[in-house]
Each structure stands twice: as structure tokens, then as C-alpha cells.
């Protein structure tokens, strides 16, 4: 007689997994560690050409280097006691973020604030999910997001503030930065932020 607790597929483990949501909290803090590292890297490519090209912004770019310095080892540090890794690919977010800090620095001044933008509004779309899916299941870290969101806002408002006009390159720029922001995490955890996206889409 057939075991009715087995999934159709022959693999009962795999909805439990999915439904464990120690399993999702260990991805949302190894997502959240490669994607400031590559932030990282983004902003010092960027200082790099700026130092020579735009001096004026280079405090600014600095003091935020400095947040995300701040926010990678607070996300690493979180990760013994919920028995989280670093992802597997972040030479690929390094060279990444290297690679597009570089090229928008060296179209200009406004494209720099213009990647921050994209950037960053990318980013608190992913943590607004996973400050809903975490109110409830792990405190301790809700709060640590919470106040980093905060920080990566005025990052935000920031970059807003600093463009010189709103024209077609914008428009254009904005979605493409968006997109390779969300392959890059995606990437970073081979597709786990595919799981954990759709699992907070059911928890809601």
C-alpha cells in the first residue's frame, strides 16, 4: 500500500523544507551578506574614478561605503547562530559589483546617483518582504533588518537628491540596474531567493 504522507513526486522532504522557516531565514541572511558585499564593491569602483573625475562626491560615496561595510558584518555576524553560510558565488558579486560601479562612474557624476537609485530601491523591495516574513518568526533579526532599511533609505533619498534632471537615461537605466540587481541575488544563492520569495508569498 502507498504511503499517503509521500509527495507525488516520490520526495516527501521537499514541502516540509519549503514550509521550515529556518530554511528561508538562512536565506534571507545569505542573500542579504552577498548583496552587501557587492554594494561594497559598487561603491569602491565608484570612488576609485571619482577620486579623479568628481572629488566633490566622493565624501558621500564614502560615508555610504561605510554603511554597507557596517551592514555586511552585522549580516555575517548573524549567521553562526541560525546556522547561515556566506553564498557560494561571491567572487561573481565582486567582480560584478566592480564591473558596474566602474562603467557608471565613467558616465558621469549623475549616472553614479542614478545606479544608487536603481540599486537601492531594489533592495527595499526585498526587504520590506522579508521584514513581513520575519515579524513573527525571528525577532532578533527583524530588528537588525529594520534598522538597516533605514539607512539604505536615506541612501535612497540621497541619490534622488543628488541627480542633476530626470531624462531618458534614467528611464532607461533604471529598470536595466533593477534587473541585473535582482539576477545578481538570485545568482548569488543558485535560485534559493526564488524559494524564499515565493514562500513569503504564501505565508501572505
Not at 118 to 127: D, F, P, Q, Y
Request: with cysteine.
Amino acid at each position: 500500500m502507498d504511503n499517503p504522507s509521500r509527495e507525488p513526486s516520490g520526495r516527501p522532504e521537499n514541502r516540509q523544507v519549503a514550509r521550515d522557516p529556518s530554511v528561508t531565514i538562512r536565506r534571507i541572511l545569505k542573500v542579504n551578506h552577498a548583496g552587501e558585499f557587492g554594494a561594497i564593491r559598487i561603491y569602491g569602483a565608484q570612488i576609485a574614478v571619482a577620486r579623479r573625475l568628481f572629488p566633490e562626491i566622493v565624501p558621500a560615496l564614502e560615508e555610504m561605503r561605510e554603511d554597507e561595510i557596517e551592514h555586511c558584518r552585522l549580516f555575517y555576524g548573524a549567521m553562526p547562530a541560525r546556522r547561515a553560510k556566506p553564498c557560494r558565488v561571491m567572487a561573481f558579486w565582486s567582480l560584478g559589483g566592480a564591473v558596474l560601479g566602474f562603467l557608471t562612474a565613467l558616465c558621469g557624476r549623475n549616472m553614479i546617483w542614478i545606479c544608487t537609485e536603481a540599486v537601492e530601491s531594489t533592495v527595499h523591495r526585498h526587504l520590506e518582504d522579508q521584514l513581513a516574513f520575519l515579524l513573527t518568526r525571528d525577532r532578533d533579526l527583524h530588528a537588525l533588518i529594520a534598522s538597516i532599511q533605514e539607512e539604505e533609505l536615506a541612501h535612497l533619498r540621497k541619490a534622488e537628491d543628488n541627480q542633476k534632471g530626470r531624462g531618458l537615461s534614467r528611464a532607461l537605466f533604471l529598470p536595466v540596474v533593477g534587473a541585473l540587481t535582482d539576477l545578481m541575488i538570485w545568482l548569488s544563492t543558485w535560485g534559493d531567493s526564488s524559494w524564499m520569495r515565493a514562500e513569503m508569498a504564501r505565508e501572505k
